[in-house]
């Protein structure tokens, strides 16, 4: 790791403690200009269940080593909880109360029938054999027990996470059902592989919902993306994908940084082939015909564009001021801090905010489940047209919220999902 990521990372530790409070502010600041119901806004402002579980898993040198997880359950009120796994040192309980909670924006503004909800492992999978990560995955869906389930909440992949991880949390949940009741419980979790009934597209689903609603802003900018440069920070699924993804319509990649540090080329940079390169060495550093570049660098590239697509709290009160592009398009979770957003406004910089720039996954993931449930394998033509559909519709959504409201985007996109949630309380009361 470099120093200069280190430092990142390590700022990202403290501020992560706030992590859930800028969440609950983010809401009540759209709230207020809503003037969403009282008692909605009582409900809505605090998680329904939350899970920690310490568990023993047995090292390949044979030591048995306590881990400790966690599962939040934001809310249910739209259907079944539903959201990623993370596996990363920094998982703590503010982190996925925070997590849990965006996903029950993300179902709500994709009009999807999924609540909110979120899971993670504290530990670095990277210190670990597969072997192991194996028996940790195992256990701790073991650990969670009944707290997931197909009709109740389903997991999926996140950071550090993936298609395998997905592959041994199905298979361990299922070995502790009865055997007649296995063969209807596969949709338990989404983002498996294709084989053991992951949907087409999955994989690449965040970053193609990403590029999607970056297509619609180009739309709206009559911005062409020929030829317009962009840089990306994290080049794993979300990241690797949105690059991929943007190449067809002509955007050049001119810097791209992880956890390995960062890489420029204003020539540009081919996402296929680097990705071939993240692949085979676990990092962008080292990229041929590219140079090493500091993280300062990297905020400060010339570019029309910026896919923060790592971690929280990118965009800060001293990173923003760094930034040189026209539009943020937030692949990530919570990339940008209140600091953050507050000086991409000043600097009249065009936002596509988190719930809405990354729910291509979870849009996929609720084509997954269904797919299963129906025993059916949708082509990916299918997959793309109805992801497209949903992402584009949402987005138009936020757009009429932003003009309505006079607000900015982040809080129209909130407004969005927290009415179709105020709509739902209102009609179903509540129970006795
Ligand atoms: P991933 O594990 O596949 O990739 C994470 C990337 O971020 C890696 O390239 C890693 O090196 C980089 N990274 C980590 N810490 C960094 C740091 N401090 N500085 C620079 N780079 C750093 O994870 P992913 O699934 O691509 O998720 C990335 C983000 O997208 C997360 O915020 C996640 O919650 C969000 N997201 C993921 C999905 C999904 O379907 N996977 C869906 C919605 C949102």
Redesign the pocket.
């Known amino acids: 790791m470099s120093t200069v990521?280190e430092s990142?990372?390590k700022n990202?530790e403290h501020k992560k403690n706030g992590l859930y409070a800028s969440v609950v502010q983010q809401f009540h600041k759209a709230a207020d200009i809503m003037r969403l119901d009282s008692s909605i806004r009582d409900i809505l402002s605090m998680t329904t269940n939350e899970i920690i579980v310490h568990f023993p898993v047995r090292m390949d040198d044979g030591r048995i080593k306590m881990f400790s997880g966690y599962r939040v359950q934001h809310n249910d009120v739209l259907g079944p909880y539903k959201g990623?796994l993370?596996y990363h040192p920094l998982v703590n309980i503010d982190e996925v109360r925070a997590?849990a909670t965006w996903m029950t924006w993300k179902g709500a503004i994709t009009g999807i029938p999924f609540g909110g909800a979120k899971g993670g492992i504290q530990f670095d999978p990277t210190q670990y054999s597969l072997r192991e990560i194996e028996r940790i995955t195992r256990r701790f869906t073991f650990a969670l027990g009944n707290n997931i389930g197909p009709e109740y909440d389903i997991p999926?992949?996140?950071?550090?996470t993936n298609a395998q991880i997905m592959a041994w949390v199905l298979d361990t949940y299922l070995s502790m059902m009865p055997p007649h009741e296995r063969h209807r419980s596969t949709h338990v979790v989404t983002?498996k592989p294709i084989e053991s009934g992951g949907s087409i597209g999955r994989d690449k689903?965040?970053g193609q919902g990403v590029v999607y609603t970056i297509v619609e802003w180009a739309k709206d900018r009559k911005f062409d993306l020929n030829g317009a440069t962009y840089i990306v920070?994290?080049?794993?699924?979300?990241?690797s994908w949105a690059a991929r993804l943007l190449k067809p319509y002509g955007a050049i990649l001119v810097a791209a940084?992880?956890?390995?540090g960062a890489i420029a080329n204003p020539d540009g940079i081919d996402p296929e082939v680097l990705s071939d390169h993240v692949t085979s060495t676990g990092?962008v550093a080292g990229f041929h015909n590219t140079i090493p570049i500091d993280h300062r660098a990297f905020m400060e590239s010339e570019a029309d564009m910026f896919i923060p697509?790592?971690?929280?709290n990118s965009i800060t009160g001293q990173t923003a001021p760094l930034l040189k592009v026209r539009l943020v398009a937030e692949?990530?979770?919570g990339p940008t801090d209140q600091a953050g957003d507050q000086i991409l406004r000043e600097k009249r910089i065009d936002l596509i905010p988190d719930i809405l720039c990354?729910s291509g996954?979870v849009v996929v993931s609720y084509f997954e489940w269904l797919q299963n449930k129906r025993s059916e394998f949708w082509d990916l033509e299918e997959v793309d047209g109805k992801l497209n559909r949903r992402i584009s519709r949402a987005y138009g959504q936020v757009r009429e919220a932003a003009n309505k409201f006079n607000v900015d985007w982040r809080t129209a996109a909130y407004i969005v999902a927290l009415s179709r949630l105020e709509k739902v309380y209102k009609e179903r009361g509540l129970f006795p």
């Open positions: 990521i990142t990372v990202n990623g993370r997590l999926a992949p996140d950071v550090n983002g689903a965040t920070q994290g080049f794993g699924n979300v990241g940084e992880d956890v390995t990092g697509a790592a971690m929280e692949g990530a979770n990354n996954g």
